[in-house]
Each structure stands twice: as structure tokens, then as C-alpha cells.
């Protein structure tokens, strides 16, 4: 495994309060580590731990970190795509505040060595990035995808669960691979682009385009966030 991913401070604040927060939290705790709090930006929203603290938004953040050691702390971004943009935004604002991006691999996630993956990525369960491959910083390589030899995954993609990346491929920011879809090997996907679930893609996406289906087709355009 590289020599920064699993390298966890004693505590890690989750940014996110939905079901991709139980997801990190198994991952960090099985390193050793613990979930000190979490922070979500919408009103209410009840903690997705019992044990463990919810805050809202930026200023439930500023907050909750006037108490922490926070040479000693460490934080995930639990916000999937089509929200890559957020992810990295916070995860700057968030590294500006003193904290630690921290980047994890489930247990069973395979990660060739000669591969690389950046701050703040997360490679979940089953999931498999093999030779050469490149990923960004605060990329998603969800359950059981595969990103197979020399792709490059620019900042904020996500491979959503069964997503497959044949060989070659290459993804733009914030570029969102759908459930169980197929990227056929040397096709470029464009930045903000979405490839819908079950589509196999056969040909190069522009940015911002969603395509849908087998062969994969555009139904449209979105914005990104
Ligand atoms: C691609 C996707 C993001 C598009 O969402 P959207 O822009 O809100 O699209 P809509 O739901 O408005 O659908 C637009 C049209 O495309 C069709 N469509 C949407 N997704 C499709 C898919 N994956 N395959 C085939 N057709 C699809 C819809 O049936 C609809 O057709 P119609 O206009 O004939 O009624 C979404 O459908 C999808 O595939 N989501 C999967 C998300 C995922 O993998 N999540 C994993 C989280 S870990």
C-alpha cells in the first residue's frame, strides 16, 4: 500500500453527515483511529453516530475546532459527485484551518504499487486501481470499482460501486462514472461530465455532458456545482 494512505491521525472529523460518514467511519476505525465529530451543512440533520457529535456548517466547523488539537486532527469529505467541486473546495478551506486530508483504503481494496493516489482520496471496499494508473486529489473509487492500468483521474472524479475503467481511460474534474457503467479502454470523459448507471461508454464524452445507455448517448447538459 503507499506510504499515505492509512496514515491516520489519533482523530478525524468527517465532512458529510450521510451514509458515505458510516462508509469512513468503518475504514478509520479499523486503522486505528477515531471519529471525533462531524459537520453537515444542512439544518437539523441528525448525527449519523449516536456517540459522536453533529455541528452545522462552516461556522458549526469554526465552532467545534476552537477545542481541538488540531496538529492532531484529520478529515474525509463524506459528500459523493456529482459534488466533486465541494469536495475540493472544502478540502482547501479545511487544509487552511490547520487540519490533516487524510486519504484511506478499505482493508480489502487493492492499489498496485505503481500506482498513485491523491490527498484526500478514498478507495472503498473491493475497490481496485492497478498499474500506472493516477488519481487525483479527493477522487471516490467506490465499492468494488475498477480502474484498471494507466488511467488518469483528474481532482474530485468519482468511480461510483461496479463502475469499470478499462485501460487508458482518462477523467476530467468532478467527472462522475455512474453505478456498474463501463468506460471502454482510451476514452477521454470530459470535466463535470456524468456517465449514467449501466451505460458503457464508447466514445470520448465532452465536459459538462451527461450520455446514458449501451452505447451510452447525451441526454444533456448540467452545472456543475
Ligand atoms: C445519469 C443520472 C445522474 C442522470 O440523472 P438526471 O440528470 O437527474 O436524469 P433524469 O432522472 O432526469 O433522467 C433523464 C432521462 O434519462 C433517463 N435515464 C436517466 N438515467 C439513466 C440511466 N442510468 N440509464 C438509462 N436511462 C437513464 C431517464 O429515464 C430519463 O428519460 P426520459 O426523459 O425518457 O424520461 C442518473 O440517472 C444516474 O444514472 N444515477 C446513478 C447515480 C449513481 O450511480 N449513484 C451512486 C452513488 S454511490
Redo the contacts with the bound molecule.
Sequence with gaps: MLSHINRLPPKVLIYGGT??AKILRVIVEHYGSIVSAVIDDTPGLPSPFPDVPIYEGWDGFKHWVKTQNRKKTGFLVAI???HGRVRLRLHEALVAEGLQAVTVAHPTAWIDKNAEVGEGSQILAGAKVLAETVIGKQC?I??NASVDHENILQAGV?A??G?TLCGLVEVGVNG??????TVLPRISIGADA??????VVTEDVPDGV????VPARP??K?QAD
Excluded at 462522475?176 to 457503467?181: K, L, R, T
Excluded at 456524468?194 to 451505460?199: E, F, T
Design positions: 451514509g458515505q459523493g459527485n456529482p471516490i467506490n465499492t468519482e461510483a460501486p463502475a462522475w462514472i455512474c453505478a456498474g457503467s456524468v456517465v449514467g448507471a449501466g451505460a451527461t450520455v446514458v445507455g441526454i444533456g448540467h
